[in-house]
């Protein structure tokens, strides 16, 4: 994909279209979320794979998944909350704003999933 801004606007009309065309519950809140975690998950791939990373999107009327696949060999790192460290923080970010997260290595690098369902409330 190659640009963060590129991929949160191909993520937000992949949303209005499911919404459109599924009727799937994506409050304006819950797309937010949404794409705060596309963004962050681009920005782990652009940072530190050493190469290009493609953004994939999946979902029905009920749930929506993200998967950011990129180049890199090195799974990211989920600190504990910290709130005096400095940078860090997207896993953190990305852990308690999805339903269920996964990650790992596969042949050419990793890939990383969020899962998020619409039919539950946002986080408040």
């Known amino acids: 994909m190659g640009s963060i801004g590129a991929a949160r606007q191909l993520t937000a009309d992949f949303l209005h279209q499911l919404a459109a065309e599924w009727y799937a519950p994506v409050s304006a809140e819950r ?8 963004s962050e998950l681009a920005t782990n791939a652009e940072r530190h794979s050493g190469g290009p990373y493609l953004v994939e999107l999946e979902g029905d009327a009920e749930s929506v998944r993200v998967t950011v696949w990129d180049s890199g060999s090195t799974l990211p790192r989920v600190f504990a909350p910290d709130p005096l460290r400095i940078g860090g ?24 999933r969020a899962h998020f369902d619409l039919t539950r409330p946002t986080v408040a």
Do not use: A, F, Y
């Open 31 to 38: 797309m937010q979320d949404v794409l705060l975690v596309v």
């Open 89 to 112: 923080h997207g896993m953190e970010i990305v852990l308690r704003l999805c339903d269920g997260l996964t990650m790992e290595l596969v042949p050419v690098g990793k890939r990383v």
